[in-house]
C-alpha cells in the first residue's frame, strides 16, 4: 500500500523556520517526481516546491523563492521541506505529493500528482 506521511508542521512565529518531513512507503518513490503543495483555510490548494527523482531538478512557487528549499533522501525515502523566513500568509496545511508521469516532470499542477499525504499544519503568528 502506497503511503506518504507528512510530519514537522507546527506553530512558529514570523520569521523562523520550520522543516516539514514526507515518509514513503509501498511505491518505487525513489523514480518518482515529489512536491509539496498547500492549502490555507478557505483557499484553494496551491503549488509550493517540486523535484526530480533524483534532486538534480527543482521548481517553486514564487512566492517561496529563496525561502523554502525542497530536497529528497532516496536512500531513507523522506523528502523534505526546508523553511526559512516564514510569513504568517505561510500558515496552511502541507501537503506532500508523488507523481508517477514522469522521474524528471516537476509539474506545479496538483491534479498530475498520484499519491498524496494527509497534510501537516504549519502556523505561523504574527
Known amino acids: 500500500q502506497v503511503q506518504l506521511v507528512e510530519s514537522g508542521g507546527g506553530l512558529v512565529q514570523a520569521g523562523g523556520s520550520l522543516r516539514l518531513s514526507c515518509a514513503t512507503s509501498?511505491?518505487?518513490?525513489?523514480?518518482?517526481?515529489m512536491a509539496w503543495f498547500r492549502q490555507a483555510p478557505g483557499k484553494e490548494r496551491e503549488f509550493v516546491a517540486a523535484?526530480?527523482?533524483?534532486?538534480?531538478?527543482?521548481n517553486y512557487a514564487d512566492s517561496v523563492k529563496g525561502r523554502f528549499t525542497i530536497s529528497r533522501d532516496n536512500a531513507k525515502n523522506p523528502v523534505y521541506l526546508q523553511m526559512s523566513s516564514l510569513k504568517p500568509e505561510d500558515t496552511a496545511v502541507y501537503y506532500c505529493?508523488?507523481?508517477?508521469?514522469?522521474?524528471?516532470?516537476?509539474?506545479?499542477?496538483?491534479?498530475?500528482?498520484?499519491?498524496w499525504g494527509q497534510g501537516t499544519q504549519v502556523t505561523v503568528s504574527p
Open positions: 523535484i526530480s527523482w533524483n534532486g538534480g531538478l527543482t
Open positions: 505529493a508523488a507523481s508517477r508521469r514522469s522521474p524528471s516532470y516537476i509539474s506545479g499542477i496538483s491534479y498530475e500528482y498520484d499519491y
Open positions: 509501498g511505491g518505487a518513490f525513489s523514480s518518482y517526481a
